[in-house]
């Protein structure tokens, strides 16, 4: 049952983290490191639902713990900034890095 919930919380934190990436390209070198960690943390959540949607349970615990690690460094990136998307993108990350954890 944790594996649909961790799926589930990385799809809609690789969503808002595309967002907020989008967001801040257009905010010049204003938010790099943002951009950075947001295209990071996205391509990590879109990995992190493919190996649990699979049931890979030889790397699900691995995978998850290394999500939740790098959603919580994109959360505390995002929480620098006053943008909208920004701050529904640490809550996504915040989110999904406690699913992760839950999850193996």
Same mark, same amino acid.
């Given at each position: 049952?944790?594996?649909?919930?961790?799926?589930?919380?990385?799809?809609?934190?690789?969503?808002?983290?595309e967002?907020?990436?989008?967001?801040?390209?257009?905010?010049?070198?204003?938010?790099?490191?943002?951009?950075?960690? $947001?295209?990071? +943390? !996205?391509? =990590? @959540?879109?990995? #992190?639902?493919?190996? %649990?949607?699979?049931? *890979?349970?030889?790397? &699900? /615990?691995?995978? $998850?713990?290394? +999500? !939740?690690? =790098? @959603?919580?460094? #994109?959360?505390?990136? %995002?929480?620098?900034? *006053?943008?909208?998307? &920004? /701050?529904?993108?640490a809550?996504? +990350?915040?989110e999904?890095?406690?699913? #992760?954890?839950?999850? %193996?």
């Amino acid at each position: 049952m944790h594996h649909k919930e961790c799926v589930q919380s990385c799809l809609d934190c690789l969503k808002a983290c595309e967002a907020c990436a989008y967001q801040c390209c257009l905010e010049n070198d204003k938010h790099l490191e943002c951009f950075k960690l $947001c295209t990071t +943390c !996205a391509d =990590i @959540c879109n990995l #992190c639902a493919r190996i %649990c949607m699979r049931g *890979d349970l030889a790397f &699900c /615990k691995e995978i $998850c713990e290394l +999500c !939740a690690k =790098i @959603c919580d460094a #994109c959360a505390a990136e %995002c929480e620098k900034h *006053d943008e909208e998307l &920004c /701050k529904a993108c640490a809550k996504a +990350c915040r989110e999904c890095a406690a699913a #992760c954890r839950k999850c %193996c």
